[in-house]
């Protein structure tokens, strides 16, 4: 008999996760919030549907722009034609830009004027610009942050106040490994050294890899200070933390590897490494998500997993991510507004996610949809998914490029015996103080040049 009540419990618990997970994209956003324009209450929503043909005088249009990338504007094109198809009262007239600089140009114009879009579907990057230009409405009561992939909740923000809804994640980086030689890729970088020493290099034939880091690259260096317990900015005040013991432990993790014990190979560049993987060389590497398909369709049995936990340390590395997400225009209001809010309602609905599962190189923004059937069944994407949640936000791109810069720049000065590991501690943090005052002049690093190419990974 108490067996029999024990049982009862555990399923009724079960089913209530599974409930409280299964509809987290829908718990993520509320078309019910309250309104904040100047002199306007919110009608209620009407839960009764007709089936009559709505007269163009009744329809309410709302207008979207986008900066996305192709295989994503296909997705966004065929939710959209979905959605009007479902709601008859709404019509969405979208407008596509190729530099989402030109978007926020004419957007920042427009809304200062009183006018331009209700909608925008952008990179987290706009929050920065346009929530500092007093452009875009706060989002007060329509998201549940607690909801959201951390990274994406850090830099949702703009003076402590949020300002976009979090659509989907991209942008991070993963471990990539070869199935066909390595059932399972190591969890910590001990084993990942372990696997280089053991590897038997074959005779009179080109030279293989166990592992290599693109060490060249700020990007790939980041996630290391994450996994030593601290990080590079502070997310409110976005003030620089370059000088901790974390960046000290991360490159002295470097050091031993490049210079005391030859582990891993420097000097190449990220479309060589990319290629060795490729050709079967390279038996682990460290690359973005979006690069996935690319080396599934070049022949490699491809798998994916986090980045394995840090060398003397415990914390797994945590990768830089961004994402898409939807900005209203702060002249929103009204019927307006509420097509605005349905909309994206829609858009982070489980149907809609799966086919952007389907169709892109991004994935969902909401922690619980790990636990959804449009993810699980695929590895690539559940193990990806499973990276992201431990990922940062991606600082807004002029802090970002300081950041690199002055980390590149003396991490190759330390692999190259000029400067100690404690040294270059401190002048990473110096350097990218007086590349943001201005004093030194900042270069864009390879980084943005040498990201796999999203158009033509099929994106």
Same mark, same amino acid.
């Given at each position: 008999m108490?067996?029999?009540?024990i ?9 209530l996760?599974f ?23 919110t009608?209620?929503?009407?839960s ?13 249009t709302i207008?979207?722009w986008?900066c ?14 979905k ?7 709404i019509?969405?007239?979208a407008?596509?830009?190729r530099?989402?600089?030109e ?10 004027a009183g006018?331009g879009?209700?909608l ?15 452009v875009?409405r ?12 951390n ?14 809804v979090?659509?989907?994640a991209y ?16 969890d910590?970088?001990?084993?990942v ?6 590897l038997?290099q ?20 980041i996630p ?10 502070d ?11 974390a ?7 470097l ?7 030859g ?9 060589? %490494? /990319?290629? #060795? ?10 690359? +973005?998500y979006? @690069? *996935?398909d $690319?080396?599934?369709?070049s ?21 830089l %991510? /961004?994402? #898409? ?10 019927? +307006?507004l509420? @097509? *605005?809010? $349905? ?8 149907e809609t ?9 991004t ?21 990806a998914?499973?990276? *992201?949640?431990i990922?940062r ?7 970002i ?13 330390m692999l190259a015996?000029?400067?100690?590991p ?6 990473i943090?110096?350097d ?14 390879r980084?943005?040049?040498s ?9």
């Amino acid at each position: 008999m108490e067996l029999s009540k024990i049982l009862i419990m555990m399923i009724v618990i079960i089913f209530l996760l599974f409930c409280l997970t299964s509809t987290a994209g829908c718990r993520l956003f509320s078309r019910e919030a309250e309104e904040t324009g100047p002199g306007l209450e919110t009608e209620e929503e009407s839960s009764e549907t007709s089936d009559e043909p709505v007269s163009s005088e009744s329809m309410t249009t709302i207008e979207l722009w986008d900066c996305l990338e192709p295989g994503e504007r296909m997705a966004l094109t065929g939710s959209r034609s979905k959605f009007i198809s479902e709601h008859g009262g709404i019509d969405i007239e979208a407008r596509h830009f190729r530099s989402q600089e030109e978007l926020q140009d004419q957007f920042e114009a427009a809304s200062l004027a009183g006018a331009g879009p209700q909608l925008l579907l952008l990179d987290f990057e706009g929050v920065h610009r346009l929530a500092g230009a007093n452009v875009v409405r706060e989002i007060v009561d329509e998201v549940d942050y607690t909801l959201v992939l951390n990274g994406l909740e850090e830099i949702a923000k703009y003076d402590s106040k949020n300002y976009i809804v979090p659509f989907r994640a991209y942008d991070f980086l993963v471990l990539f490994f070869n199935r066909d030689i390595l059932t399972d890729a190591p969890d910590d970088f001990e084993s990942v050294f372990s696997y280089i020493q053991e590897l038997e290099q074959p005779e009179e034939e080109e030279e293989i890899y166990g592992f290599l880091l693109n060490e060249s690259e700020g990007d790939w260096i980041i996630p290391f200070i994450g996994g030593y317990r601290d990080w590079i900015i502070d997310y409110e005040s976005n003030s620089l933390t370059l000088d901790s013991q974390a960046m000290q432990e991360t490159l002295q993790f470097l050091d031993y590897a490049y210079n005391q014990e030859g582990l891993l190979t420097g000097g190449m560049e990220y479309g060589e %490494i /990319s290629e #060795l993987f490729k050709s079967g060389r390279a038996h682990m590497i460290i690359d +973005q998500y979006c @690069a *996935a398909d $690319e080396y599934v369709d070049s022949g490699i049995n491809t798998g994916i997993v986090k980045i394995p936990r840090v060398w003397e340390g415990t914390g797994y590395p945590t990768p830089l %991510i /961004s994402g #898409l997400g939807f900005i209203i225009n702060i002249n929103t209001y009204g019927e +307006q507004l509420d @097509a *605005a809010r $349905e909309f994206i309602s829609f858009m982070l609905g489980e149907e809609t996610q799966l086919e952007w599962n389907k169709n892109t190189m991004t994935i969902p923004a909401v922690m619980g949809a790990g636990n959804e059937e449009y993810i699980i069944g695929q590895p690539l994407l559940e193990n990806a998914f499973e990276q *992201a949640k431990i990922c940062r936000g991606k600082p807004y791109s002029k802090l970002i490029m300081v950041i690199r810069n002055a980390i590149t720049d003396n991490v190759k000065s330390m692999l190259a015996g000029d400067i100690t590991p404690e040294d270059a501690v401190l002048k990473i943090q110096e350097d990218a103080i007086r590349l943001r005052s201005g004093s030194q002049p900042a270069e864009e690093t390879r980084q943005e040049d040498s990201q796999p190419d999203q158009e033509s990974n099929g994106q």
